[in-house]
């Protein structure tokens, strides 16, 4: 079951971005609250539910926060039907994807998993940078080919952007790798 979404994803993902916000589908929020298998520590790496492998969990963070594109933006949002804020979404997509509770503030955020250098980034870690004036204050899931989405505050919806364009660059504060490796 999980091999047939994580297919299907990886399918639509090219397509996805090519039409960009106007046709992708909201994902569906949940009718409970999620049993939680664990939680996320600080320093700690995520782990991927039993039977899924870490690139399996990576498309499932990548996969899920691409859904999201075109999502209103709403400072302190964390459910795609009343909008996300740029930690809403994290938090979100790895909470749906692993039933792991996530912390919510960018600062508790950036102490999960472990640094890494700009050069190693790897589809599924998270970027942060300093937007407000203050170190990690806003952050985005890498997809990969220097592109990560995000939910900003200007223009309103969650996007893909580029860590290239000198905005992004010039603010860019770390890069943080959350899932743990299986194999």
Not at 56 to 78: F, H, K, M, N
Not at 110 to 116: D, F, K, S
Request: net charge positive.
């Amino acid at each position: 079951m999980i091999a047939d979404r994580l297919l299907i994803a990886a399918a639509a993902l090219p397509l996805l971005l090519l039409i960009g916000c106007a046709g992708t589908p909201k994902p569906a929020p949940l009718a409970a609250p999620p049993s939680w298998r664990a939680e996320a520590q600080v320093g700690a790496f995520i782990q991927p539910p039993p039977g899924m492998s870490r690139d399996q969990a990576v498309s499932e963070i990548t996969s899920r926060s691409v859904l999201l594109l075109g999502t209103p933006y709403r400072l302190g949002g964390s459910s795609p039907a009343e909008g996300l804020d740029c930690s809403g979404l994290v938090a979100h997509v790895i909470q749906e994807a692993f039933r792991v509770r996530f912390p919510r503030t960018t600062e508790e955020q950036a102490m999960v998993g472990a640094p890494i250098p700009m050069h190693a980034l790897a589809p599924g870690d998270l970027v942060f940078f300093n937007t407000a004036g203050r170190p990690n204050s806003h952050v985005g899931v890498y997809l990969g080919e220097r592109r990560f989405v995000h939910a900003p505050t200007s223009r309103g919806v969650v996007r893909i952007e580029s860590l290239t364009q000198a905005y992004w660059a010039k603010r860019f504060d770390q890069a943080r790798r959350v899932i743990a490796r299986t194999e």
